[in-house]
């Protein structure tokens, strides 16, 4: 073979390889020690402690929703003053099961100690007392929802009240036609006059009300927990206005059922003052 020859398959050889200076030197790690079970069950318990902290430290925090009121909450049918039905509840979720109108639901987690407690977003889905019998207050295991009481007309749980007088329909001397809540809406409610015995969908009902009175017609508990008043004064011919009377329970019907948004009536919590 020639010396160019030779010279060239160096070279080319050469050429494919890495200067040895240039390659990365391999590291030799440092074998892991292994703990001992002494060493493992001292760590555990360590960690452990440190949670423990941790968690004590934090648990004031808690308190906060439930000390400050920060979510005013309509509960159950039958529920003691807040304090009196936090302590009780143990969130079963038994009130929740029993509900035909699904009225009853969870807390989140923001919100401290109340975080899955039993509440009505009557907006969403008003309590329309189709069970008759309180099928929650029955089905409550502690006593977190009063088992004195035997009728709807006796609970206590919220307080209607007209928040924005400016935009109710009925003040407007306006009537209503249509569905109350539009299409997209969810909630039931038990029309007599349809089905004695099942909630039916807000959405097939259909009205037609010269004078806008869903609130007072559909009221489960009557006149002496709502009426539809003259509105003295009023610029408007034949404008009239609701009025809350101490009849009302807190259902949420009206709130939910109030065809304007948001709501012109509102049901909040009573206080614990008077709560029965």
């Not at 989140?108 to 099928?135: H, N």
């Not at 609130?215 to 002496?224: K, M, T, Y």
């Amino acid at each position: 073979m020639s010396d160019e020859a030779t010279n060239g398959t160096a070279a080319s050889a050469g050429a494919g390889e890495e200067p040895s200076a240039s390659r990365p030197k391999s590291v030799r790690r440092k074998p892991r020690r292994r703990l001992s079970r002494q060493q493992q069950r001292r760590r555990q318990l360590l960690r452990s402690g440190l949670a423990a902290v941790g968690l004590t430290l934090l648990q004031p925090l808690a308190y906060l929703p439930v000390l400050r009121r920060l979510h005013a909450r309509l509960r159950p049918p039958g529920a003691q003053g807040e304090d009196h039905f936090l302590g009780a509840c143990i969130k079963c979720g038994q009130c929740v099961q029993v509900c035909p109108v699904e009225a009853i639901t969870f807390a989140d987690i923001d919100e401290g100690f109340g975080s899955a407690a039993p509440f009505v977003d009557s907006r969403a889905q008003a309590c329309d007392f189709s069970c008759d019998a309180l099928s929650c207050i029955l089905a409550c295991p502690t006593g977190a929802l009063t088992h004195d009481i035997r009728t709807k007309e006796e609970v206590r749980s919220g307080l209607a009240r007209l928040a924005r007088p400016d935009t109710c329909l009925a003040r407007q001397g306006s009537g209503f036609r249509g569905a109350a809540r539009g299409p997209d809406f969810t909630g039931r409610l038990r029309y007599e006059a349809v089905d004695r015995w099942n909630a039916i969908p807000v959405v097939d009902h259909r009205y037609e009300r010269e004078i806008c009175d869903l609130c007072v017609v559909e009221c489960p508990i009557g006149e002496s927990a709502i009426q539809l008043m003259e509105l003295a004064g009023a610029e408007t011919p034949g404008a009239k206005t609701p009025v809350v009377r101490d009849g009302c329970v807190g259902c949420g019907v009206c709130e939910m059922i109030c065809p304007q948004q948001p709501a012109c009536i509102v049901v909040e919590p009573r206080s614990e003052e008077v709560r029965v």
